[in-house]
């Protein structure tokens, strides 16, 4: 009996399970998804992250690939095909066919893994938390939308920010501070401001204690998002904040005095090589 439960299960002998490392082209891809008669609704943002990471080398080979079940029907991997085609570049995956139909109620169906998860499975930056990751997505939209990346593409950028990123959460590791959109400007900073003085402005966030009238401009910062603290966390009340940040911070960097605090309409701190020019000040005071 214990010799039994060792055995791989019966299935029938002319149409066994198997995998091969197949190169896939745009054209079988094509072809393969003409076969996906019975599949969930294709994300196309997905397939595009996944295009992107072809187009730009980061496609790696694992033991996910397509799938095939008895029937010659696509039961797993149409993002994949869908994403050659977009990226009309070729790539090796493992291609398996004849599985049962009803294997599909085990794929993908354990426990997904987070972007910070798969950053830290994947070695070299350590520990990666789910804090850091928003912090990352926030610095890199900044007043645009969120286009969320591959986490490949993800991988490289946590990779060259990192520093900025580990900073920003050190210094404003509580109080008002500590949300992403106020993370994710004092970690742009990180590359252009006096240290010092960006150190200054995140103890008066995280502490909520200034007397100095230089530092009005943090002050105000502080209970704007102490008032609107219930105010959601919906793409434009982010926004908002990343720019009302950015506004103060400009303003407290370069001694200004601001009766009111608005937000900042354009970038006042880009990333390194993200502009050709610096900006000057913002128009919205």
Not at 34 to 58: C, F, H, M, P, T
Not at 65 to 78: P, S, Y
Not at 190 to 204: G, K, W
């Amino acid at each position: 009996m214990t010799a039994l439960m060792h055995e791989p299960p019966r299935m029938n002998m002319n149409r066994d399970l198997h995998t091969e490392l197949t190169f896939v082209t745009p054209d079988i891809a094509k072809e393969w998804l003409s076969a996906n008669q019975q599949n969930r609704k294709l994300k196309k943002k997905v397939a595009e992250r996944i295009a992107d990471d072809i187009k730009n080398g980061r496609w790696l080979i694992t033991h996910q690939g397509i799938a095939f079940d008895v029937n010659g029907m696509l039961r797993d991997g149409q993002h994949r095909l869908y994403a050659i085609v977009l990226a009309n570049v070729g790539v090796w995956m493992n291609v398996t066919r004849n599985l049962d139909p009803k294997s599909l109620l085990a794929i993908d169906n354990i426990v997904i893994r987070s972007s910070a998860d798969q950053m830290t499975i994947a070695g070299g930056l350590g520990q990666v938390s789910h804090g850091e990751v928003a912090v990352l997505r926030k610095m890199i939209s900044g007043l645009g939308a969120n286009a969320k990346k591959s986490v490949s593409a993800e991988m490289e950028l946590m990779s060259e920010h990192r520093e900025a990123i580990s900073f920003a959460m050190k210094k404003l590791s509580s109080g008002v501070g500590s949300i992403s959109p106020v993370r994710a400007v004092a970690a742009r900073a990180f590359y252009s401001a006096d240290l010092n003085r960006l150190e200054r402005f995140c103890a008066v966030l995280r502490e909520g204690m200034s007397q100095n009238e230089d530092e009005s401009p943090i002050r105000l910062l502080w209970k704007d998002l102490v008032n609107n603290k219930r105010g959601g966390d919906g793409g434009e009340q982010q926004r908002s904040r990343y720019g009302k940040t950015e506004r103060a911070l400009f303003a407290y960097l370069h001694g200004e005095t601001l009766g009111h605090l608005y937000a900042s309409t354009k970038e006042l701190f880009p990333l390194p090589g993200e502009f050709d020019e610096k900006p000057e000040e913002d128009e919205s005071k």
